[in-house]
């Protein structure tokens, strides 16, 4: 697909009450690929004064919104779904273009994001509450469900399709209008979405986006409006930690999903070569720019040779390069920040006795013009006391750590303030119940190394955040329950 096609395609505006419009004064930002430096479009740059606006044609929509029948919501969502379907290639390009991974990993997504919206238009009809006598029979209780109000968005630029959708499909079923707010590196997908939405028949004013370099600025006076009802975050926990207090103000509804530092646990009596396979995609998803990536790989020290020696020999296959071109699997990290990041770890675990059984230089990418690249790396010996233990990689590299004992294994992976995902590898059955048991994380993979479903409730515990998306528990973030009490 034409890479000009796609990006003019975009409305590089705001989206308010179902217009596109400049920002303020005009301003944009621009928005850059991060395979070969170059700029792909400028899009408008929001002030205050535009974020308001967004909030005010959620505030109005949402009466109307609320009172309009859950079977319209299902079918605009389903027809949503539809259409980005059928656009898969023109959007995983788009996708790509923006945020660097490779097309497959593009495409993955757009089936994973879409998802979120055939799940929701499914649930959008089945929100219910319950009737019943109280006690000493003398009163009757019912209790109803209903939308929470207008909410702010606030996504993170790693998943630019699917972190939006897992928040949109649920509030449209919900019956609650939004304000977007996607990462100024990837707006790109999502202006494209509402353009989409537009099309399926979505009302003005229930999702506007916005879209600004000013993110404190214009994001601080609508978490303060006293009109805004739920903040809703995905992004790091350091982020998250502000936004938790900022929201205490107007006492709102808050979901956050935050940072991880998934362990990888693969016991003695494991099928090797699943667990390769499942670290494969554990760790190489998004190119490791995941929250849910496996982040340390802990290894029962008889199995760990094995374990080293054949995720080695398929990480070093992977092809590297721009994310557009046929073949590659592993396409530039978002920024040369981020690239910086990936790499001080790993001198770091190096400088502390860690050995590279793969990877762990820079590549020459002078053929693309900029340096955002990194290689899949394996590392062995890895020190606890290694930098790379606590911090979230967020890149495709593999440490690895030994142990020696179940339980030595299970304290390793919960020696983290993170508490997101978990991975685990191992044929018994009575070692699998103890061991899902006892991880402190609000997901497990067992002897899979891919967890996301948009049947099943994603989300975290400990400073990995709180709140559930997708699932049947998705909706709940954007219901209020309300009871009533009936004197006969
Ligand atoms: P980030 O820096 O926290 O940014 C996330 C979003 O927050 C962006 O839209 C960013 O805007 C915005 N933001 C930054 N400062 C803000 C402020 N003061 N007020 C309001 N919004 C603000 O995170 P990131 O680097 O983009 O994403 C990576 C992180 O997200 C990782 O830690 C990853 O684990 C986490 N993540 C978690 C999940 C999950 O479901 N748990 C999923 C994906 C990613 P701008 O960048 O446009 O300024």
Request: overall charge negative; aromatic content about 6%; hydrophobic content about 40%.
């Amino acid at each position: 697909m034409n890479e000009k096609t796609v990006i003019d395609a975009v409305h590089p505006q705001l989206f308010i009450a179902g217009q596109w419009r400049d920002a303020e004064g005009g301003r944009t930002l621009s928005v850059d690929d991060p395979s070969t430096g170059s700029t792909l479009v400028q899009v408008a740059d929001a002030s205050a004064a535009d974020g308001a606006a967004a909030l005010d044609a959620a505030v109005a929509a949402q009466a109307e919104w609320a009172a309009s029948a859950p079977r319209d919501r299902g079918e605009i969502l389903r027809t949503a779904f539809e259409m980005i379907t059928e656009r898969t290639d023109e959007l995983a390009m788009l996708m790509t273009l923006e945020m660097g991974k490779p097309l497959s990993e593009s495409k993955a997504e757009i089936a994973y994001g879409a998802e979120f919206f055939r799940w929701f238009s499914e649930e959008a009809v089945r929100i219910s509450g319950r009737y019943s006598m109280a006690p000493n029979g003398k009163t009757r209780l019912l209790t109803l469900k209903q939308p929470v109000g207008p909410c702010l968005m606030i996504t993170p630029w790693n998943f630019p399709l699917a972190m939006g959708t897992r928040k949109i499909g649920p509030a449209i079923a919900a019956g609650c209008t939004m304000v977007v707010k996607p990462a100024q590196q990837t707006p790109l997908t999502m202006l494209r979405l509402a353009d989409l939405l537009k099309q399926a028949g979505l009302p003005d004013g229930v999702l506007n986006v916005v879209t600004t370099s000013s993110t404190g600025e214009v994001m601080g006076p609508l978490i303060e409006d006293p009109r805004l009802r739920k903040l809703t975050f995905t992004g790091s926990t350091g982020v998250g930690r502000k936004l938790i207090e900022q929201s205490a103000a107007g006492v709102l509804r808050v979901s956050m999903e935050l940072g991880g530092n998934a362990p990888f646990v693969v016991f003695d009596d494991a099928d090797i070569d699943a667990a390769v396979d499942g670290a494969m995609l554990a760790k190489m998803r998004n190119v490791g720019e995941a929250c849910t990536a496996a982040n340390r790989f802990i290894v029962h020290e008889s199995v760990a040779e094995e374990f080293g020696t054949k995720l080695t020999e398929k990480m070093a296959a992977m092809t590297v390069g721009r994310g557009t071109d046929d073949g590659v699997q592993v396409g530039p990290l978002v920024d040369s920040t981020q690239r910086d990041k990936v790499a001080d770890l790993v001198a770091d675990a190096i400088a502390q006795g860690a050995t590279v059984l793969t990877g762990g230089e820079r590549p020459d990418t002078s053929q693309y013009g900029t340096d955002t690249y990194y290689p899949p790396t394996v590392l062995t010996n890895v020190s606890k006391d290694a930098e790379i233990w606590t911090e979230e990689i967020f890149g495709p590299v593999a440490p690895i750590y030994t142990f020696s004992d179940e339980q030595e294994g299970i304290d390793m992976a919960n020696d983290t303030e993170f508490g997101l995902v978990a991975y685990a590898f191992t044929r018994d059955h009575a070692r699998v119940v103890r061991v899902y048991e006892g991880l402190q994380t609000g997901m497990v993979g067992i002897n899979q190394g891919v967890v996301s479903n948009p049947a099943a409730p994603f989300g975290g515990v400990k400073a990995s955040g709180f709140g559930r998306e997708g699932g049947a528990e998705g909706i709940e973030e954007y219901l209020e329950t309300k009871y009533v009490g009936l004197a006969l």
